[in-house]
C-alpha cells in the first residue's frame, strides 16, 4: 500500500469518526460540511439531496432527541469499517453501527458510504444508514412511530 493510499484511508476514517462525534455533540453546521454540496443521505427510509437537505433532517431529528421522550445523551459506535479506493479522488466504504442513550443500547444497523475528495478534503458523496434492529420502546423505535419512517 503507498502512503497516498494509507493517508486516504486515515482521513476517511477521521471523517467516519466526526461525522458521529460532531453530530452526537448536535454541531449540526459542523457535521453538515462533512458532505459535498449535491451529497446523498439516506436514512431510515428517507432521502435528502443536498446539503440544505441534509442539514433539515438533522435539525428535525435534533428537534425528536430533545422532545419530551427523547434523549439526553447519544453516543454513535462504529466498527468493521472496510475501505475500498477507486483512485485518488473517491472511495467507498460499509461499516456497523450502534447507538447508545442514556438507557443502553438503542439501535444498530450499517452505513453503506461513498467518499470524494472535495475542495481539497475528504466528504460524504453518499451515506445510506440502514437499521439492522432497535430495542422495543427505545427512542429510535417511538421516533419511527411518530414520523412514520422505517420497517
Not at 449540526?28 to 460540511?33: H, I
Not at 460499509?94 to 442513550?101: A, D, F, G, H, N
Request: charged fraction near 30%.
Amino acid at each position: 500500500m503507498t502512503p497516498a493510499e494509507l493517508a486516504a484511508r486515515e482521513a476517511i476514517r477521521d471523517l467516519v469518526a466526526r461525522y458521529n462525534a460532531l453530530g452526537d455533540a448536535g454541531r449540526l453546521g459542523a457535521l453538515c460540511e462533512l458532505f459535498a454540496d449535491d451529497a446523498v443521505l439516506e436514512l431510515d427510509g428517507r432521502r435528502c439531496a443536498g446539503r440544505g437537505s441534509i442539514r433539515a433532517l438533522f435539525e428535525s431529528a435534533a428537534e425528536e432527541a430533545r422532545s419530551g421522550d427523547g434523549v439526553r445523551l447519544l453516543r454513535h459506535f462504529t466498527a468493521t469499517h472496510v475501505i475500498d479506493l477507486a483512485d485518488a479522488g473517491r472511495a467507498s466504504g460499509r461499516l456497523y453501527y450502534q447507538v447508545l442513550t442514556e438507557r443502553g443500547l438503542d439501535h444498530w444497523g450499517r452505513y453503506l458510504d461513498e467518499y470524494r475528495v472535495d475542495a481539497g478534503h475528504w466528504r460524504f458523496a453518499h451515506r445510506r444508514a440502514t437499521v439492522d434492529g432497535l430495542v422495543a420502546g427505545g427512542w429510535a423505535e417511538r421516533t419511527r412511530r411518530k414520523v412514520g419512517a422505517g420497517p
